[in-house]
């Protein structure tokens, strides 16, 4: 049983992941700035923000896993890449893992590349929030060693807008975004927690980036 705290554990990443490890039995705490409109049972929920320093330091006491499941283009006025060292030095103080739920827009297309961010398709509305996330990725993989930590990239296709079908199945790939045999490529949120919570419990991928797709 992990001791494991959310940041954002109300939204629809983070929700998903707390009743999927709590129903695993797993103790989940969430923090958000505010309270939920349904709250699951068996989450601790209190509310604090990711840009204060006290409570990240107080969220990481305990803690097992520091799971960050918010959106990175703005976390209370700053990027979230604003937001990464201080919740590196509270991991690493604490020795938590820590962990995100990042974009799909720094997923590779193919082995060596391009992103996916990077090609002509993408969206330029999306663009900001991708690459802010892809700031992200770049800080962790150049943390200190004692720094234990994952970041899973969910496929193109994922979202509250687009929930998807509950599989019960997933599969990853490396820094590569996970597609169909029709080049599409999607994941549900039910799924994404699946995969996030075996990875807090096998620690397959360690100091890794990984994607995931149905």
Excluded at 186 to 194: N, V
Aim: proline share 6%; hydrophobic share 40%.
């Amino acid at each position: 049983m992990a001791q494991i705290v959310i940041f954002g554990g109300t939204g629809y990443s983070g929700g998903n992941i707390a009743r999927e490890a709590v129903g695993r039995g797993h103790n989940v705490t969430s923090y958000t700035r505010n309270a939920p409109a349904e709250p699951i049972d068996g989450v601790d929920y209190r509310l604090g923000s990711m840009a204060d320093p006290d409570v990240v330091k107080a969220a990481a006491q305990g803690a097992d896993q520091l799971v960050v499941a918010l959106k990175a283009e703005d976390v209370d006025g700053a990027p979230m890449a604003a937001r990464v060292p201080t919740l590196i030095e509270a991991a690493r103080t604490h020795d938590a893992r820590l962990s995100f739920v990042g974009g799909a827009g720094s997923s590779l297309v193919a082995e060596g590349g391009p992103r996916l961010v990077d090609g002509p398709d993408f969206h330029e509305d999306w663009k900001p929030e991708a690459l802010a996330h892809a700031d992200v990725l770049e800080l962790m993989q150049q943390a200190p060693e004692d720094l234990d930590w994952f970041y899973v990239s969910p496929a193109a296709l994922y979202g509250s807008f687009a929930p998807g079908e509950t599989t019960g199945s997933y599969r990853t790939g490396g820094d590569v975004l996970v597609t169909k045999e029709d080049g599409s490529s999607e994941i549900s949120g039910t799924d994404l927690a699946r995969a996030y919570v075996d990875e807090i419990e096998s620690r397959a991928h360690p100091r890794q980036r990984f994607t995931v797709g149905h």
